[in-house]
């Protein structure tokens, strides 16, 4: 991640600023995300969020003598948590077990993986950060630069690799955050998008790509639907119709990629089913944002239960 300047004196290389810099905007002002939302079909100057966040691509951690401690996100995570109250919506009641289970209004699976394309595949000889902007109706994703190389958006539909900036992938795929196939668009951004009802809008031009996803329609919307009780016999309605049945082949794959996906804080439960959050969070070093985040879900799919209240109780893993 170093290289050698023009003094013979090691310099930090573009990819090690990105992935490690304390704050790497300081040095280099394209390497964040521009975070805007709002209330409106276009931008106007009344934005419910604009911010700039500037943090290093992945988590930062420190070792001491109580053991490893995450001290930073990092920029991906970071965001994530940002964008969260603009993409789910809190429901007005409560449910059966005297909770309030947020519903996402775009897949998080597909918001996620674009955000990673995104800041990994960018062109940094651009001066300008990535950008999401959220509207009325719609989710927007900008990544500076044309597709690299002779990649075309049937090429990366199809998951044909080609990635521009291979340090950045190798290390993101180390950290888990990419396999590094070329495989995230076809698996798990459109089948995320189908289970919502809904299909991705890409468009390239020879300054930025962009992705536009539209809010999930409610009465097609799989991906908030549990798998369990009553609902799965919803689900089960909705097999026997045509219309659907693109879809449930997408919710099944999205439970499959969240038992790979999540291993580590599964297995993290399973040796210790009383765990909080803090001490998951500590366990498979991730923020407790993050650990929070994935429990819904896997909630959400049925995978895993909270038994008793939140001092006393315990997980238990399904299946």
């Avoid at 009344?46 to 990092?74: E, N």
């Avoid at 919502?196 to 020879?206: A, H, M, R, V, W």
């Avoid at 040796?271 to 923020?287: E, F």
Wanted: a positive charge.
């Amino acid at each position: 991640m170093m290289t050698d300047g023009i003094t013979e004196k090691p310099v930090c290389t573009i990819a090690g600023l990105n992935l490690f810099g304390i704050k790497p905007r300081q040095t280099l002002k394209q390497s964040g995300v521009r975070l805007m939302f709002f209330d409106a079909p276009d931008k106007k100057y009344q934005a419910l969020l604009d911010k700039v966040l500037d943090a290093p691509l992945v988590g930062r951690f420190q070792v001491g003598k109580s053991g490893t401690i995450l001290i930073d996100a990092g920029l991906i995570e970071k965001c994530l948590e940002m964008m969260e109250p603009f993409v789910t919506q809190e429901p007005n009641h409560i449910d059966k077990n005297f909770r309030r289970e947020k519903k996402w209004i775009y897949p998080f699976e597909a918001i996620r993986e674009l955000l990673i394309n995104a800041l990994a595949h960018r062109d940094w000889t651009r001066f300008v950060d990535v950008e999401i902007a959220g509207y009325k109706d719609r989710l927007e994703i900008i990544s500076p630069g044309a597709l690299p190389n002779s990649m075309t958006v049937e090429k990366m539909v199809a998951g044909q690799r080609s990635a521009r900036n291979l340090i950045i992938v190798e290390v993101l795929r180390d950290y888990g955050y990419v396999d590094a196939r070329g495989m995230g668009v076809r698996t798990k951004v459109i089948p995320a998008l189908k289970a919502g009802g809904l299909e991705p809008i890409f468009q390239t031009t020879d300054d930025y790509v962009k992705t536009t996803i539209e809010k999930i329609k409610g009465q097609n919307d799989l991906i908030n639907l549990p798998l369990t009780g009553e609902a799965a016999k919803q689900k089960e309605k909705k097999e026997g119709e045509d219309s659907m049945s693109g879809q449930e082949e997408s919710r099944n794959d999205l439970i499959n990629d969240l038992l790979r996906g999540h291993d580590d804080l599964i297995n993290a439960i399973r040796a210790n089913p009383d765990s909080d959050y803090q001490a998951l969070a500590h366990k498979i070093r991730v923020s407790e944002a993050t650990v929070k985040r994935h429990i819904q879900k896997l909630k959400r799919a049925g995978i895993l239960l909270r038994k008793g209240s939140r001092k006393t109780g315990h997980w238990e893993v399904v299946g």
